[in-house]
C-alpha cells in the first residue's frame, strides 16, 4: 500500500521556522485582535456564592472529590463558565462535544449549539454549527455533580477530522477584562508570597497553615549552610550577597545586607563560612572539549550562556555560568554536584540529567577553565558573621528555621502593617528589611494578596494551575515545542555532532532530532507514567536516538503529573490496563505488520525486534506504548497523525471519510483497525512482534 506521508520538514532552517510560524497564525483576524491571548478566561462559582476568575489553556478541567476547584473558593458543588474565542482558519461546519460527568453547555455567536447532560447518551453530541474564518465568540458553561469528582472536556469535529478535544491552539481571549486582570493580580501576589518563601520568616500565629495539602511553593526550600561551605570559595560569598541577580537573574534571593556597613558585614559571614573548613573534592581533570560538546548535545544553551557578555544580547533570559570559576571550591566538587543537583537542595529547578562521572568531569572541566577577575580575599569577624547568619534570618531558608533568632512580625501582622518593610523599593542606609528582586507590578501583586487574599488559599494546591506555573518556571519550552510556540534550543539551531552509531544501518540519512512536543501532553500519557518519568524511574530509553535526553526532576515530578493530567480534564489516577481482546488482538497483530498491514515495524521497534528500514525518523517501542499512552489518544494519533502534530514524519493512512487501502481487514474501517492494533498493544511486556516478510 502507499500511505500518504506529510512533506518533508524544513524546520532545521530559519526560512522553514519563519514559515511555519507565519502559516501557524489565524487569518483574516480584525486589527483588535492584537489584544487577544491564547488560552480562555474561566470563572468559578460554588453554591455558597464564592467566586473566582482565572486564565485556563483549555475548555476542561477536572476536580477529585473533596477537593475545591480552585484555591479561591471551598469545595463542593460548583459552576465553571469559560468565555473565549475558537479562531479557524477557514469557514467550515462543526459538532461540538462533551465528555466528562455532570451538565454542559455551549453557545457561540449567541446560539446554543450543545446541551449536554452526562446522564442522557444521545445529549453529549450536539448539531452541526458554521464557524467563520478568523476569531468566533463562545460561551461554555458547566454544572459540576453534587457529588463525587468533576469532569468536563469540550471536543469538537468537522468535515474534516472526527471528535477530539479542542486544542489549546485555536482557542483565545481578551486581555483587556477588568475583573480577569484583578484575579489575575491577586493570585500573582499569592504565587509570590509562596516563592519568595514569606512564612518561612512570617509564620502565621495560629496552626492555620497545612503544609499537607498547601501550595507547592511552600514547601520549596534553599542550600543548607553546610553544602554552601563546602561548594562555595568564601571570597566569592561578598559577591554574592552584594547582589545575588548578577550572577542569577532568576533567583529569588534578597540582599539581606542593604545597610551602610554592608561590605563588612558580608565579609563577616565569609568568614564564619571559611571557619567551618569542611573538606572539599579535589579538582579533577576532565576534557573541556568533550564537555563542550555535551553542553551542547544535552540541551544545556537552552538554559544557560556561558559568559555574563552573552547575556546582554539575549533573547531568552539564559542563565550566564561566567562566575563558575570565582564560585566553585574545585571542579571536583562541581563534577559532584552536576552528578545529582538535587543533593543540593532537593527543590532546585536545576534538572537531573543521570550524568556518569566522566560525563560530569568533562562538564565541569569546561565551567572551570576559564579566567575570572581576582577578588578581594575574605578579612571580617567569623564569630560575628555567625551571629549576622543567626539573627538576620538566613537560618530561616538555609538551616533548621528553630535555630534562628531573627525577630519578624506574623503574617497576620504584616497583613495589617502599613509600613511596606521588605516590600519597599528603596535601598537606603537606614533599611533594615532584607532588599527582594521584586517590580512595582510584583510588590503590588502582593500587596493586593495581603490585603484581600484569603489566607485559606495557602492551604489549597490546585495541580492544573501549579502545573501550568512549574511548566514557565522549570523551562519546559527551553527544549519542548508548546502550543505553536517554538522551543529555545530549536531557534538557537546550536550544532550538533552525526549520530555515528546508527551511519551503518541507515547510510547517509539522518534521524530527525525534534523532541516531543507539550501540546497534548496531559491527554497523551499516562498519569503514573509520566510520574515515573519525571522521576527517572522508567528502564527503557523511549527515543535512543536522540542526541538529547531526558532529565528529572524529582521534587516537581508528581505535581507535574497529576496537574498536567487535571488540565486536560482526564483524572490524576490512571485506570488499570485492560487486558486486550484476542480476537482483535490477533487482527492487530497482522494489521502492524509487513505483509498484510500498515508495516509498522518499517520504522517501530516492538521489545527485542528491530525496526526493518528506519528513513529519517524512528519511533518508540510499540512494546510499551500501552504503559505510556492513553487509549483515547492513541487511536486519535493513528487515525491522523499530521493533526497532533503538524511536523510528524508519521504517515496518515486513512481518507476524509476514515476508510485506508487494507479493505480486506475489519472492512478498511479506520477506527475498527486502529481499536484491534490497541488490543495488540495491550500485550505489553508480553507482546510479539509480527511474522516479517519483506519479499
Known amino acids: 500500500m502507499i500511505p500518504r506521508y506529510p512533506i518533508p520538514s524544513s524546520r532545521k532552517t530559519l526560512a522553514g521556522l519563519l514559515l511555519f510560524t507565519i502559516l501557524s497564525i489565524p487569518c483574516g483576524a480584525p486589527a483588535e485582535e492584537s489584544k487577544l491571548e491564547q488560552g480562555v478566561r474561566l470563572e468559578i462559582r460554588t453554591a455558597e456564592g464564592e467566586f473566582d476568575v482565572r486564565y485556563s489553556r483549555l475548555v476542561a478541567l477536572f476536580v477529585p472529590e473533596g477537593d475545591p476547584a480552585t484555591p479561591f473558593v471551598s469545595s463542593g458543588p460548583f459552576s465553571a463558565t469559560w468565555t473565549g474565542n475558537i479562531e479557524v482558519d477557514l469557514r467550515d461546519r462543526f459538532r461540538f462535544g462533551f465528555e466528562g460527568n455532570g451538565t454542559f453547555q455551549f453557545y457561540i455567536d449567541g446560539r446554543v449549539r450543545l446541551d449536554a447532560d452526562s446522564a442522557d447518551p444521545e445529549s453529549l453530541v450536539g448539531r452541526r454549527a458554521r464557524l467563520g474564518k478568523g476569531s468566533n465568540p463562545f460561551i461554555a458553561t458547566y454544572q459540576s455533580p453534587a457529588t463525587g469528582e468533576a469532569e468536563c472536556r469540550l471536543m469538537w469535529e468537522s468535515t474534516e477530522f472526527p471528535m477530539e478535544t479542542v486544542p489549546a491552539t485555536v482557542l483565545t481571549h481578551s486581555t483587556t477584562d477588568e475583573g480577569f486582570l484583578k484575579s489575575m493580580t491577586l493570585r500573582k501576589g499569592r504565587e509570590l508570597v509562596g516563592e519568595y518563601r514569606c512564612l518561612n520568616c512570617h509564620a502565621p500565629k495560629e496552626s492555620t497553615l497545612d503544609r499537607s495539602e498547601a501550595m507547592l511553593e511552600l514547601f520549596e526550600d534553599a542550600p543548607s549552610m553546610e553544602t554552601i561551605a563546602t561548594r562555595t570559595r568564601p571570597e566569592w560569598i561578598p559577591l554574592w550577597l552584594e547582589n545575588p541577580q548578577r550572577f542569577h537573574p532568576d533567583s529569588t534571593m534578597p540582599r539581606m545586607l542593604p545597610g551602610p556597613y554592608a561590605r563588612q558585614d558580608a565579609m563577616d559571614i565569609a568568614a564564619y563560612f571559611e571557619s567551618m573548613d569542611i573538606e572539599s573534592e579535589p579538582d579533577i581533570k576532565g576534557n573541556s572539549e568533550e564537555g563542550r560538546e555535551l553542553f551542547n548535545q544535552l540541551g544545556c544553551i537552552a538554559c544557560h550562556v556561558l559568559s555574563e557578555a552573552e547575556t546582554e544580547s539575549d533573547p531568552y533570559d539564559r542563565t550566564p555560568l561566567g562566575h563558575i570559576p570565582a564560585k566553585w571550591k574545585s571542579s571536583g566538587e562541581l563534577s559532584e554536584f552536576l552528578q545529582n543537583p538535587q543533593s543540593h537542595f532537593k527543590s532546585i529547578r536545576m534538572p537531573h540529567f543521570k550524568l556518569t562521572k566522566e560525563e560530569a568531569d568533562n562538564l565541569a572541566s569546561l565551567l572551570m577553565d576559564r579566567e575570572v577577575e581576582p577578588v578581594d580575599s575574605v578579612t571580617g569577624d567569623a564569630e560575628r558573621g555567625g551571629e549576622l547568619v543567626a539573627t538576620l534570618g538566613c537560618l530561616s531558608c538555609h538551616g533548621p528555621s528553630n535555630e534562628a533568632e531573627a525577630s519578624t512580625p506574623s503574617f497576620e501582622e504584616v497583613r495589617v502593617k502599613e509600613s511596606a518593610g521588605c516590600l519597599s523599593l528603596e535601598a537606603t542606609g537606614e533599611r533594615k ?177 528491530e525496526a526493518q528500514a528506519v528513513y529519517e525518523s524512528m519511533g518508540t517501542n510499540l512494546m510499551v506504548a500501552a504503559e505510556r499512552l492513553r487509549p483515547g489518544y492513541a487511536l486519535h494519533w493513528m487515525f491522523n497523525p499530521l493533526r497532533v502534530n503538524p511536523k510528524t514524519k508519521m504517515p496518515r493512512y486513512t481518507s476524509e471519510h476514515g476508510n485506508t487501502p487494507l479493505v480486506t481487514l475489519l472492512d478498511g474501517e479506520g477506527v475498527r483497525q486502529f481499536e484491534a492494533i490497541w488490543h495488540y498493544l495491550l500485550r505489553g511486556r508480553e507482546i510479539e512482534a509480527p511474522e516479517v516478510d519483506l519479499k
Open 433 to 609: 528589611a532584607p532588599l527582594f528582586p521584586l517590580s512595582p507590578k510584583e510588590i503590588g501583586a502582593i500587596q493586593v494578596f495581603l490585603k484581600s487574599g484569603p489566607i485559606d488559599s495557602l492551604n489549597r494546591s490546585d495541580p492544573a494551575e501549579t502545573a501550568e506555573r512549574y511548566t514557565e518556571k522549570l523551562r519546559c519550552n527551553a527544549c519542548h515545542e508548546r502550543d505553536g510556540e517554538f522551543d529555545v534550543w530549536t531557534l538557537l539551531n546550536p550544532p550538533r555532532e552525526d549520530l555515528e552509531e546508527f551511519e551503518e544501518d541507515l547510510g547517509d540519512a539522518e534521524i530527525d532530532q525534534s523532541r516531543p512536543s507539550l501540546t497534548f501532553i496531559g491527554e497523551k500519557l499516562r498519569p503514573d507514567w509520566l510520574k515515573k518519568r519525571l522521576l527517572g524511574e522508567v528502564g527503557e530509553d523511549i527515543r535512543p536516538w536522540l542526541d538529547s535526553r531526558m532529565p528529572c526532576f524529582p521534587f516537581h515530578a508528581e505535581v507535574l503529573a497529576e496537574g498536567l493530567a487535571q488540565s486536560h480534564g482526564f483524572s490524576p489516577k490512571a485506570d488499570p490496563i485492560p487486558e486486550p481482546d484476542a480476537e482483535l488482538a490477533e487482527l492487530g497483530e497482522r494489521l502492524v505488520s509487513q505483509k498484510e498491514g500498515f508495516a509498522c515495524t518499517t520504522c517501530h521497534p516492538i521489545g527485542d525486534y
